[in-house]
């Protein structure tokens, strides 16, 4: 354990005693022997906890912690009292320590308040690091994240934006998709004119049609006037197709028509109007699959697919996690009127520990209702959803003493498979290439295990 410590406590043996003790523990500890002497300390040097006792003459230890909070809010301050009453431990808390110990006390018990405290304030760092860093190279304001698989897609769309090319955006379902779509049209010269989306699968078949290209008066039962397309609406902007993979078969190769010649014809029109616009189109299907089961035209594909991005899941994207998870909770708190500004390490390290198969949008959920439900300053364990607090991670026992542990051959090869998919983030080619296997025989084992096969997340294998 490290880190710098500042002990505020007008018994100087007592001060004293606590440097040297924390000194053998690790932690590099200075007295101060009064509340001014202390804030005299704190304008002169960098610590990263203070401990100071209540009952001091001249400044308080309460008036101290109130000084501190306001000039440093990131230093959290644990006070120590002989006087441990709950009205005392109450105005300690108010006056926004982070912590409370009463006297008589064992060194190691402060040892542990000193760590959880470090902890803390590593978090906070840690976060406010991760939120700068997106915003240094993220393309909008709502893309938040620093890892590597989030640099790669940053670069991509950098290098896309600029060009009228169409755009495939594929990924797990709540990764973030439509977010990507509009940060390329942000980036475009097209930014000035509309960005026009729809989900592909959210419209009836019967209706898809005239969403899309219009109808003129009379084209069809309630049509009583005539009504321009999407594809009209998005002129000189940018039409996202969103859930391509959910678009009816009849309706592909009329919108591959209109790709094709930049013209759109209304329902019940003979004339055709001419187009300009950019078309960014998203899936969590697998598209390939689709084109070889005949589901999906693989000439529309390839339209739409000049360049493809690929969203990672949030269980690849490391400490973005954290990023996201504070940026959700501050969010949150503002529009709820609520004092939520954090969350503690116990809290960190289970959502770091969540796999997230619901991905970002499942995240957004869990910080709602944590803030929510939180009594607190900063989000506790006890705050997040128990699947989320009890989760517990799941890996292929290959040796073990225990006979308990061990499983069947069938059920080795089950979690390794998992292991794999989601190592390589749903990539089927790429886990084929691992496995050993060809894509069709990649395909019955998914099959066989219960394994999503079509572009969603995979199910976690039983424990």
């Known amino acids: 354990m490290s880190g710098t410590v500042l002990l505020v406590d007008d018994d100087r043996s007592m001060g004293d005693m606590l440097v040297r003790a924390l000194s053998k523990k690790g932690f590099e500890a200075k007295h101060a022997s009064s509340g001014a002497e202390a804030l005299a300390k704190l304008d002169e040097e960098s610590f990263d906890v203070v401990v100071t006792d209540l009952n001091m003459k001249g400044l308080d230890g309460l008036t101290l912690c109130r000084r501190i909070v306001e000039k440093q809010p990131d230093v959290p301050v644990i006070v120590i009292t002989a006087f441990g009453s709950l009205e005392t431990a109450i105005s300690a808390i108010r006056a926004g320590a982070y912590d409370f110990v009463t006297k008589p006390f064992e060194v190691d018990s402060l040892d542990i308040s000193l760590a959880r405290a470090l902890q803390h304030r590593a978090l906070r760092e840690e976060v406010r690091r991760l939120r700068e860093v997106s915003r240094n190279v993220a393309p909008s304001e709502d893309m938040i994240g620093s890892s590597g698989a989030m640099h790669r897609v940053y670069d ?187 969350i503690s390490p116990e809290a960190a390290e289970r959502l770091l520990g969540y796999p997230w198969p619901g991905n970002v949008r499942e995240l957004v959920n869990c910080m709602e209702r944590a803030v929510t439900l939180t009594r607190f300053e900063a989000i506790t364990v006890d705050d997040l959803p128990a699947k989320v607090r009890d989760h517990k991670r799941t890996q292929v026992v290959v040796v073990a003493e225990n006979e308990d542990e061990l499983v069947s051959m069938d059920e080795v090869e089950h979690r390794y498979i998992a292991k794999v998919m989601d190592a390589v983030m749903g990539n089927k080619t790429r886990a084929a290439e691992i496995l050993g296997f060809d894509r069709k025989r990649l395909y019955r084992k998914l099959e066989k295990y219960g394994l999503v096969a079509g572009g969603g997340r995979l199910s976690e294998p039983p424990t």
Do not use: W
């Open 156 to 342: 991509l769309l950098s290098r896309v934006a600029e060009s009228d090319v169409s755009v495939l955006i594929t990924g797990e379902t709540g990764t973030g998709k439509e977010l990507v779509a509009r940060a390329i049209h942000r980036q475009s010269k097209r930014v000035g004119q509309s960005l026009v989306a729809i989900n592909c699968g959210a419209v009836p078949e019967s209706l898809l049609e005239s969403e899309l290209f219009g109808h003129v008066k009379g084209a069809f039962t309630d049509a009583r006037g005539a009504r321009k397309g999407l594809f009209q609406q998005a002129n000189g902007g940018t039409l996202f197709l969103d859930e391509i993979g959910d678009l009816p078969i009849a309706l592909q190769p009329k919108l591959l028509r209109v790709l094709q010649e930049r013209t759109v014809r209304p329902v019940g029109s003979d004339v055709e109007f001419p187009i300009d616009v950019r078309v960014i189109a998203a899936t969590h299907r697998d598209l390939e699959q689709m084109v070889e089961d005949r589901t999906f035209r693989e000439d529309l594909y390839y339209r739409l697919n000049v360049v493809s991005v690929d969203v990672p899941p949030l269980r690849g994207r490391g400490n973005d996690v954290l990023a996201l998870a504070q940026h959700y909770l501050v969010a949150t708190a503002r529009r709820n009127g609520k004092s939520v500004t954090g």
